[in-house]
């Protein structure tokens, strides 16, 4: 999940205890920061989407107010990058999940353009930026407060608090840093290294349900016995959704080369506000935001969209994720990427009605969250988690295998920076 992994020591058991309260802390800080951003995107998004168009007397769902509020968003988020001090930090499509702490005076200016753009309707994530924003502050806070504690180990359990926040279960924390920690030398148990920030974890994720009560289950009909053509099915739609995610990673640095040809900031947000603009009025609202609760929209009232309309959606959706990705507004892809995954999983119920709905959209969420975030745990995770159902897990394990190797060599849905090649002169005198 991130590019440079720290090297942890195995700690022992009286660490463990000293730092469990620390770890607790952290959690629930993290929790906090996730639901201050949501409260403040969410008060913010009420009066753009419901009190400002009352007020005025239009249909907020109209393209027409769409269309305007997002080029609106794309020119307050360009102003903020522009202008406002730490130019709220590095570019979105450019950081993992999980990156080195940014120094504390970007924060502001992150906060406030992954607010705007949550509120804007923007089709992009809180998670990157929130993780950024806790990873930042708590890490300056240890160094005053707990200075024994390693950088590495602070950043690891706010990571770790703030992704147990979001998805509402220390679970997801625990298998996104499963393959982290054990990559990383040092010896000692797994568990050793994963009980830190798996309490951390845990604490948010108990603070967030307590503050907010955060769900990525949906009510579907209830699904009880395996076929073999289920399992048939849920490869056979994992693989699509993989499929079109490879696609989007492939259309991803041609698009984001195209508006950071543009150079100014104010440029590169603001024709990518009037293009999710456009889009937005083409999908309508179940296009916009980050798509969480226009996920249990779509699949609770799925017998209001025909495939037709369904395979527009799927398109927007996608279109938006890649244009705010590219055009520099800050947020999150797995958000989106789940939304579209479910998307797709309606279109083959539509189109298919004997594939038990929560197969079809367990297997269309993991697939498109693989080829977004290339790491099968998370995957898999909200997979099921979208269904509530472990019956699903068993299905996924076998539909993961060929998305896996789908994604192996296809391109990573992440911008890298490019490489400049060294000069023969200058390769000669690091030489010698």
């Known amino acids: 999940m991130t590019s440079t992994q720290p090297e942890l020591a195995a700690p022992t058991a009286r660490t463990l205890v000293l730092l469990s309260l620390p770890a607790v802390i952290i959690g629930v800080v993290s929790a906090f920061a996730l639901w201050a951003v949501d409260e403040v995107a969410g008060l913010l998004e009420d009066g753009i989407w419901t009190a400002l168009p009352h007020m005025l007397g239009v249909d907020p769902h109209s393209g027409w107010w769409i269309f305007l509020v997002l080029t ?43 607010v705007l753009a949550l509120a804007g309707g923007v089709s992009l994530g809180p998670e990157n930026p929130i993780i950024a924003i806790n990873t930042s502050l708590l890490v300056a806070l240890a160094a005053r407060l707990w200075k024994a504690v390693p950088t590495q180990l602070v950043m690891l359990m706010a990571a770790s608090g703030t992704i147990g926040a979001l998805f509402g279960t220390p679970v997801a924390a625990a298998l996104v840093f499963t393959g982290v920690v054990a990559a990383v030398k040092g010896g000692g148990a797994l568990w050793d290294k994963l009980f830190l920030p798996l309490v951390a974890a845990a604490a948010g994720s108990l603070t967030m349900t307590f503050l907010a009560h955060p769900h990525f289950a949906i009510p579907m009909p209830a699904y009880t016995t395996i076929t073999g053509w289920d399992l048939l099915a849920s490869v056979v739609i994992g693989a699509i959704a993989t499929g079109l995610g490879i696609v989007g990673a492939f259309l991803f640095p041609l698009i984001h080369r195209a508006f950071h040809a543009l150079r100014h900031p104010l440029l590169m947000t603001m024709l990518g506000g009037v293009v999710l603009g456009l889009l937005g ?11 969480l609760d226009q996920m249990g929209d779509l699949v609770q009232n799925r017998d209001d969209y025909p495939p037709g309309e369904l395979a527009l959606i799927i398109v927007v959706k996608l279109a938006a994720l890649l244009i705010a990705a590219s055009s520099s507004f800050r947020g ?16 083959a119920w539509a189109l298919i009605p004997a594939i038990p709905l ?37 299905i996924l394990c076998l539909a993961i295998l060929p998305a896996w190797l789908m994604v ?17 002169r200058a390769a000669g005198g690091a030489g010698r």
């Open 72 to 114: 609106f968003t794309g020119v307050a988020v360009g102003l903020v990058v522009w202008l406002v001090p730490g130019h709220a930090g590095p570019d979105s499509a450019t950081t993992e999940l999980v990156a080195a702490p940014l120094r504390p005076g970007i924060v502001p200016s992150l906060a406030l353009a992954a």
């Open 281 to 291: 009025a083409l999908g309508g609202p179940i296009t916009l935001f980050k798509g």
């Open 332 to 347: 999150g892809r797995v958000f989106p990427a789940v939304f579209i995954g479910a998307a797709i999983g309606v279109l």
């Open 358 to 394: 929560q197969v079809a959209v367990s297997a269309g969420v993991l697939g498109m969250t693989l080829a977004v975030t290339r790491d099968g745990w998370i995957a898999l995770f909200i997979g099921v988690a979208v269904t509530s159902n472990l019956l699903v897990l068993p």
């Open 408 to 424: 192996t060599r296809a391109p990573e849905f992440l911008i890298k920076p490019a490489v400049r090649p060294t000069s023969p």
